[in-house]
């Protein structure tokens, strides 16, 4: 089956970022540093994403931005991030994470892996996620032709079953279910 481009373009730096961390614990059982695992799979997102960037038409600069909007989306924003790192607590893990470490072994910072974490946790994740859950999943759900889909006239349950399905990539070991409110608030702005 070939994929059609918009498709492709929203399909591609997903599926190589999920391949490559699917992938990670084999690579680290090979001897291979998993923080650096991390710095090839957000690369490759990246260069993924630039390589399409001319087809992601939903990311260009809307003239009909008001103070509104800006001010819904800052608040929406600020109440995602709270409860984000808020979220933590013991009986909210089925599990424990070992985390990411960013030193050396002699306990001295790598900057570059620093660097490269926050990065792609900041920059190119994000982008990557709402390409392939908010431009591509959520619209196709409605319709096979998604480009013209618009945002605004989605079902609301599919808003919800698809912002539940988008928290668990993120953190896979927490309870989600305290964020769903602000998370479908977040999606369907």
């Known amino acids: ?12 730096p997903f599926a190589l970022y999920i391949a490559i961390m699917a992938s990670s614990g084999f690579l680290a059982d090979a001897g291979l540093d998993i923080r650096w695992i991390y710095a090839v799979r957000v690369g490759g997102t990246a260069l993924l994403l630039w390589y399409f960037s001319g087809d992601y038409h939903e990311l260009t600069w809307s003239k009909k931005l008001d103070i509104n909007h800006v001010l819904i989306a800052v608040f929406a924003g600020l109440l995602v991030f709270v409860l984000w790192i808020s979220l933590n607590q013991d009986w909210m893990m089925f599990g424990k994470s070992a ?3 960013p030193r050396m072994a002699n306990g001295e910072l790598n900057h570059w ?3 490269i ?8 994740v994000p982008v990557m996620e709402e390409l392939f859950w908010r431009s591509f999943i959520m619209r196709w759900l409605d319709a096979a032709d998604f480009i013209p889909v618009s945002y605004t006239h989605l079902d609301v349950y599919k808003r919800q079953i698809l912002s539940s399905v988008c928290v668990s990539p993120r953190k896979p070991f927490t309870c989600a279910q305290p964020v769903m ?5 977040w999606r369907i702005m």
Do not use: E, N, S, W
């Open 1 to 12: 089956m070939r994929l059609a481009k918009p498709m492709l373009a929203r399909v591609a």
């Open 99 to 101: 985390g990411y470490d």
């Open 117 to 124: 974490r926050l990065a792609g946790a900041a920059l190119v």
């Open 181 to 185: 409110p602000g998370f479908t608030l």
């Open 113 to 115: 892996m620093v660097i």
